[in-house]
T-cell receptor, first 111, second 116 residues
Framework: GEDVEQSLFLSVREGDSSVINCTYT??????LYWYKQEPGAGLQLLTYIFSNMDMKQDQRLTVLLNKKDKHLSLRIADTQTGDSAIYFCAGVRGNTGKLIFGQGTTLQVKP | GAVVSQHPSWVICKSGTSVKIECRSLDFQATTMFWYRQFPKQSLMLMATSNEGSKATYEQGVEKDKFLINHASLTLSTLTVTSAHPEDSSFYIC????????????FGPGTRLTVL
């Protein structure tokens, strides 16, 4: 089955770029997702990438997908203190429509 | 667009009582909704998949008689925690999927349940 792994913690300085990495095992996901969770809140869909794309850019967010290595990354340019949150990558388990989440990466942005 | 609400946002109840949590898709119809549970500093654990007009499908290890799910309309699913106990205290999050052609899920803000 699908397994999604992320590093647990990343600390950056305000204004720097942040790169959050994710690896997955099941290559059948049509889409791969990045969600953001602030303390005590639900998950906010940040962006997603279609599996036949290598890169997607949306304002400060850049998603890179390496299908060969089954590696997904989220780059946040000019990281702000408001970007401090937990970031989850997610794939889809087979044809079930069920999302499989990584453990979440806590991004800490220092002023 | 794609807004999902949950009510209540938090609830405190006594052990043995039942608690109902509502999940609504506000600006789209959702044939499928999902219920998750999240423990502190952990990822989301899928509890069940709820399809409008049919019985929910529960994940392995989730008691269906304990966590009753009803998806009576295309915009509303409810989760009832029956005879709640302190170990049921958790953060419950729902999500909704706008149609069968997409796997994208939009999440509600979550409900914090505390059972005393």
């Amino acid at each position: 089955g699908e397994d999604v792994e992320q590093s647990l913690f990343l600390s950056v300085r305000e204004g720097d770029s942040s790169v959050i990495n994710c690896t997955y095992t099941d290559s059948s996901s049509t889409y791969l997702y990045w969600y953001k969770q602030e303390p005590g809140a639900g998950l906010q869909l940040l962006t997603y990438i279609f599996s036949n794309m290598d890169m997607k850019q949306d304002q400060r967010l850049t998603v890179l997908l390496n299908k060969k290595d089954k590696h997904l990354s989220l780059r946040i340019a000019d990281t702000q203190t408001g970007d401090s949150a937990i970031y989850f990558c997610a794939g889809v388990r087979g044809n079930t429509g069920k999302l499989i989440f990584g453990q979440g990466t806590t991004l800490q942005v220092k002023p | 667009g794609a807004v999902v609400s949950q009510h209540p946002s938090w609830v405190i109840c006594k052990s043995g009582t039942s608690v109902k949590i509502e999940c609504r898709s506000l600006d789209f119809q959702a044939t499928t909704m999902f219920w998750y549970r999240q423990f502190p500093k952990q990822s989301l654990m899928l509890m069940a998949t709820s399809n409008e007009g049919s019985k929910a499908t529960y994940e392995q290890g989730v008691e269906k008689d304990k966590f009753l799910i009803n998806h009576a309309s295309l915009t509303l699913s409810t989760l009832t925690v029956t005879s709640a106990h302190p170990e049921d205290s958790s953060f419950y999050i729902c999500s909704a999927r706008p149609g069968a052609r997409t796997d994208t899920q939009y999440f509600g803000p979550g409900t914090r349940l505390t059972v005393l």
